[in-house]
């Protein structure tokens, strides 16, 4: 009958390990969304700590929203270029504006790179709508350059893994000015 709680105990401990060991192995950044979970599934009314905590990882957060992976075919290295030099503190700047990141690319080569709110190049931070001017912009360089015909091409010709999607008769236009139905 002793070895019957002395057998409670080391269960408990083993217990208490375990829940510990996964509470350190999920991540600061499922740590900070649990101990202050947003009580909104709309981000707008999320805090700044679970801003900082849940944009890091929108895209693992379901009841969010819903992310669909395209492979990459070939990932493309960026070359350094010469160090820019500007005359300002990015150090100061990036704290008091909460920025996560900034690349500046001239021809082709990465002249800075630089990353706050404990970021790094292998991060991810949810853009949202600002990706749709950058893509823009890009799409526009690229059209500009011959690599895109036009906006009135369907999607489909660039990524052939959307022909068996909903996507398979979206124009690059539609896909701009979000008019694509989908």
């Avoid at 706050?116 to 991060?123: I, M, T, V, Y």
Wanted: glycine fraction near 6%; aromatic fraction near 8%; charged fraction near 25%.
């Amino acid at each position: 009958m002793a070895s019957l709680p002395l057998r409670s105990i080391g269960l408990l401990m083993l217990v208490i390990v375990a829940a510990l060991t996964g509470w350190r192995l999920i991540g600061p950044e499922w740590r900070a969304l649990l101990a202050d979970p947003p009580k909104n599934k709309d981000v707008l009314f999320w805090n700044q700590s679970q801003r900082d905590a849940g944009f890091r990882m929108l895209d693992r957060l379901s009841l969010v929203t819903k992310t669909n992976k395209i492979t990459a075919t070939t990932q493309r290295e960026l070359p350094q270029g010469l160090p820019l030099k500007l005359d300002m503190n990015f150090d100061a700047y990036f704290e008091e504006n909460r920025h996560s990141a900034v690349v500046i690319l001239h021809k082709g080569k990465i002249r800075m790179e630089r990353y706050g709110l404990d970021f790094s190049d292998a991060g991810r931070w949810t853009s949202f709508s600002v990706g749709k001017s950058i893509t823009s912009t890009l799409v526009g360089a690229a059209i500009k350059d011959g690599y895109i015909e036009s906006v009135d091409t369907p999607v489909t010709r660039y990524i052939p893994e959307l022909s068996q999607s909903p996507y398979k008769d979206v124009t690059i236009e539609q896909l701009l000015t979000m008019t694509s139905g989908v």
